[in-house]
C-alpha cells in the first residue's frame, strides 16, 4: 500500500457535524468514507476523509512457538500444543487503577452554550457543545482545545450561523456543582485555550515529559465523551511526530494513540502509566473500517502556550509581516518565460512590519531562512517560531532573478 494520502473536506447537512479536511504534509493518502474529528460533542465538529483497502491472502499454513519447540499446523490447528500457564495480570490492573484515581480530580466537564441565528427566524436560538479540560493550577485555571470554547471551529452552514459563546460551565470530579467559568486566552495556532473558574484547592494535573515519551508507551486517556463524566480507557502511543495540516493550512505536530476516545474527549488528558499528563486530547479518525486512530498535542508544546495564554491572555509570537504564495515546480512550469523558482513569493508586505524594516519587497522569493532552504509558508512559520521576539535571522530573496541576502529582526506578532 503506498503511503500517500489525501484528505477531502466533508461537510454534514446536520447540525453536529462540520468537517473539515486535514492533510498529513505533502503526502496524499486516499482512504474511502472516513473522518478524523476533534473529539467534541454537541454542535461542533470537524475531520477529513479518508479510508484504505487492503489485500489480505487466505494464510494456509500457521507457525508458531509453544515452549522451547516450533509447530506448524494447516487449519484446523493443533490447540493441545498450546501452552495454557496463566500468566497474572495483577500488576498490569493496578497501574490503571492508580492512574484513574490519581488523575481523575484533575480532568473537567466543559459545556459551551452558543447563540445560533437563522434565516428561518429573527430570534436567536441557543446549542450546546462539551468538551473536556485539564486543571493545570490549584486556583482555577483549565487547558482545553481552542475549538472547545471558540466559535471560530463552530458549525456554520447556508441556513444558521453559531455566534460567540454566551456561557461556559465547568464540573469537578464528584462534584455536580456547575461552575461558570472565563475565558483567558484562545490560540488557534495550536488550537489550545485556558479558561478559568472562581475556586480554590483543586487538584492540579502532574504533567509529564512528552520528549521522553516511547511508542508503544501504555497510556490513558481522561475525559467526558458523550458527556459520559469520568471517563477512562487505555491503549498504547502508536506513533509519535504525526504532521497534521488543516484545511486552513495550519499544521499540528501530534502523537497517535489507539486508545478509545469520542466526542466529548476534546481538551481532556492522555497520560502515562505514571499519572503524568504527556497530551492533550485533540483528534481522531472515525469511519468505516478505521478504529483506534487518535491525536493528542504533547504536553511539551502546550506549557509556553498556556504561559502566555494566562499572563498575557494571547500567544506572543515572533512576526515577519509577508503574505506569500509557494511556488512550486509545477508553478514554474506554468510560467515558462517568468524568473520564478522555488521558494515563497511575496504577496504583501505589512507597513511597518519586520519584513519592510529589513528591505523585503512584493515580488521576492524568498528561497532560505535562518541558512535554511524554504519552499512554503509552513517552513518560513516553524523557522521563526523557533526563535524569540528581538533575534535576527538571515533572509535570501530572489530578485529579478538575483540572489539579496537581508537581515530581518523578527518583532512581535
Aim: charge should be negative.
Amino acid at each position: 500500500m503506498e503511503e500517500n494520502k489525501n484528505f477531502t473536506e466533508v461537510k454534514s447537512s446536520e447540525s453536529n457535524n462540520n468537517f473539515k479536511s486535514v492533510k498529513k504534509g505533502s503526502n496524499n493518502y486516499n482512504f474511502g468514507r472516513n473522518v478524523i474529528v476533534p473529539f467534541l460533542s454537541g454542535i461542533i465538529g470537524a475531520g477529513l476523509v479518508f479510508g484504505v483497502a487492503l489485500n489480505v491472502p487466505y494464510v494456509k499454513d500457521k507457525i508458531f512457538n509453544v515452549g522451547n519447540s516450533n509447530y506448524t499446523s494447516s487449519a484446523p490447528y493443533n490447540y493441545n500444543n498450546i501452552n495454557t500457564n496463566l500468566v497474572s495480570l495483577s500488576n498490569f490492573s493496578d497501574t490503571g487503577v492508580y492512574v484513574a484515581q490519581k488523575v481523575l480530580p484533575s480532568i473537567v466537564g466543559i459545556n459551551v452554550e452558543y447563540s445560533v441565528s437563522s434565516i428561518f427566524s429573527r430570534v436567536n436560538s441557543t446549542a450546546e457543545a462539551e468538551g473536556s479540560g485539564v486543571i493545570i493550577s490549584t486556583d482555577g485555571y483549565i487547558l482545553t482545545n481552542n475549538h472547545v470554547v471558540n466559535s471560530s471551529s463552530s458549525s456554520t452552514n447556508s441556513f444558521y450561523t453559531v455566534g460567540e459563546a454566551t456561557k461556559i460551565t465547568v464540573t469537578l470530579y464528584n462534584d455536580d456543582t456547575e461552575y461558570e467559568a472565563k475565558i483567558i486566552g484562545t490560540d488557534k495556532q495550536t488550537d489550545l485555550a485556558v479558561i478559568k473558574i472562581d475556586k480554590n484547592d483543586l487538584v492540579a494535573a502532574e504533567l509529564g515529559d512528552s520528549d521522553s515519551v516511547q511508542v508503544g508507551e501504555w497510556c490513558m486517556a481522561v475525559g467526558n465523551p458523550l458527556g459520559m463524566k469520568s471517563s477512562v480507557t487505555t491503549g498504547s502511543i502508536s506513533a509519535l511526530n504525526r504532521n497534521v495540516t488543516d484545511s486552513d493550512g495550519q499544521t499540528y505536530t501530534l502523537m497517535q494513540t489507539d486508545t478509545a476516545i469520542n466526542g466529548g474527549n476534546s481538551g481532556g488528558a492522555l497520560v502515562n502509566s505514571n499519572g503524568q499528563v504527556i497530551g492533550i486530547n485533540t483528534l481522531k479518525a472515525s469511519g468505516t473500517g478505521i478504529e483506534g486512530l487518535g491525536f493528542a498535542i504533547p504536553i511539551n508544546l502546550t506549557k509556553s502556550i498556556y504561559s502566555d495564554l494566562i499572563q498575557f491572555n494571547k500567544v506572543k509570537r515572533p512576526y515577519i509581516g509577508i503574505t506569500g504564495t509557494n511556488i512550486t515546480e509545477n508553478t514554474i512550469k506554468q510560467n515558462p518565460t517568468s524568473n520564478l523558482v522555488i521558494g515563497i513569493y511575496v504577496k504583501s508586505v505589512d507597513d511597518f512590519s519586520s519584513a519592510e524594516k529589513a528591505g523585503i519587497k512584493i515580488g521576492d522569493i524568498i528561497i532560505k531562512a535562518d541558512n535554511q532552504e524554504v519552499k512554503t509558508m509552513n517552513d518560513l512559520t516553524n523557522i521563526k517560531n523557533k526563535h524569540s521576539i528581538g533575534d535576527t535571522i538571515s533572509i535570501i530573496v530572489n530578485r529579478d532573478g538575483t540572489e539579496k541576502e537581508l537581515s530581518l529582526t523578527l518583532s512581535e506578532e
